[in-house]
């Protein structure tokens, strides 16, 4: 009886372990294929980043839409005789070669170094003028220096640039101690059309509440327009961001004028 008992026990406790180390199996192989799946779902073709993400693919990189004259280099178009009684229209003189004015027209970089990489963005301070004045005024100041990227959701953005660490935090001003806050600013040009387009994040339902956290997309997020302030967009590092994972550090921002 006893015998028999201790067989049959055997038996069960053999199938078990059978059965344990099936499952056992089943569970790594699983893990080993989520990150795969998990990468194939955020991998996006190169070709479709443009080299500017949020503006038309007319406009050369880093330069404002007309009206602001010819391109350098291209004469002005002649112009009609003026009506009786009405001034000559002013033309505008060929340029062999960009102006001060020019490059004043260009917007400026931000080169974030992370802990995964550079990652270079260019700010549209002629769409989103207050937006980018004060995001620059933060990185002059040092204040992204150490911070961490405290958010990721695969397919949709990473978030980072809260004193708090956690989402919580806000910018506030050392002259006054208290919050600082930027109105919502919208422009038809500025969309979430693509990866890495740049924009404030904001707290709760007010769209007047962007503050110093900031966040960048890894795909299209139309849902999201008009109701953030775009102010930048990748122009190169989207391999880096789309690495970045929570708790990956904010090395420093430096602002490069073009």
């Known amino acids: 009886m006893h015998v028999w008992s201790g067989l049959m026990l055997s038996r069960?406790?053999?199938?078990?372990?059978?059965?344990a180390t099936a499952l056992a199996q089943v569970a790594a192989l699983a893990l080993w294929l989520a990150p795969a799946r998990q990468a194939s779902a955020e991998k996006t073709d190169p070709d479709l980043i443009p080299p500017d993400v949020t503006m038309p693919l007319t406009m050369p990189p880093h330069t404002v839409p007309p009206p602001y004259g010819p391109a350098p280099g291209q004469q002005a178009t002649a112009?009609?005789?003026?009506?009786?009684?009405?001034?000559?229209?002013?033309?505008?003189?060929p340029t062999s070669a960009p102006t001060s004015a020019d490059a004043a027209q260009k917007d400026p970089l931000a080169v974030m170094e992370?802990?995964?990489?550079?990652?270079?963005?260019?700010?549209?301070?002629?769409?989103?003028?207050?937006?980018?004045?004060?995001?620059?005024?933060?990185?002059?100041?040092?204040?992204?220096?150490?911070?961490?990227?405290?958010?990721r959701e695969p397919g949709f953005v990473i978030q980072g640039g809260c004193p708090n660490g956690n989402g919580s935090g806000l910018y506030?001003?050392?002259?006054?101690?208290?919050?600082?806050?930027?109105?919502?600013?919208?422009?038809?040009?500025?969309?979430?059309?693509?990866?890495?387009?740049?924009?404030?994040?904001?707290?709760?339902?007010?769209p007047n509440s962007g503050s110093c956290q900031f966040y960048i997309?890894?795909?299209?997020?139309?849902?999201?327009?008009?109701?953030?302030?775009?102010?930048?967009g990748v122009i190169s590092g989207m391999e880096v961001v789309r690495t970045i994972m929570i708790g990956d550090k904010i090395l420093s921002i430096k602002i490069q004028e073009q």
């Open 79 to 93: 112009t009609s005789q003026p009506a009786p009684g009405q001034p000559a229209a002013a033309t505008t003189q």
């Open 172 to 206: 506030t001003d050392p002259a006054t101690g208290k919050p600082k806050f930027v109105n919502l600013e919208t422009h038809a040009s500025l969309r979430h059309n693509a990866p890495g387009v740049v924009a404030l994040a904001r707290f709760g339902r007010n």
């Open 217 to 232: 997309t890894l795909a299209a997020c139309p849902q999201l327009d008009n109701k953030y302030s775009v102010f930048g």
């Open 12 to 19: 069960k406790t053999g199938k078990s372990q059978q059965t």
């Open 114 to 151: 992370t802990s995964k990489g550079t990652i270079t963005i260019r700010l549209f301070r002629k769409f989103a003028p207050n937006t980018v004045e004060h995001f620059i005024d933060l990185v002059n100041k040092g204040f992204y220096n150490g911070l961490t990227f405290h958010r």
